[in-house]
């Protein structure tokens, strides 16, 4: 069966270099915001004294960063939780701002807006207080 792009040129729908670059501009910028961050998180885990190289590390990261929140390590278990991750990464968010000096509002920032807040409070003058 012909379709009707087949029969009308002018529906012509090849090429697709277009398609091809913007999806090479998408991945190159998602790339450049994933170092972005990962550096961020590496400099917030160095700030409270813990091995930078640890931000990379599935589940360990978060056990770490539960360290430098001071909450208890079995709360890496709730991460696995649906809808209780939510809660408790938020909570664990505010317990960070709260640890860097910021208030409750910055540590809603990091929940929901790591991209922004994470590399203000890695790169940034605030400091880790134990």
Known sequence: MLSAFAIHPQYDMGGGGGLAAMGVVFGVVYLAIAILVIAALWKVFTKAGQPGWACLVPIYNILVLLK????????????????????????VAIALAEKFGKGAGYGIGLAFLPVVFYPMLGFGSATYKV
């Open 68 to 91: 430098i929140t001071g909450k208890p390590a079995w709360w890496v278990i709730l991460f696995f939780v649906p809808i209780a991750n939510l809660v408790f990464a938020i909570i």
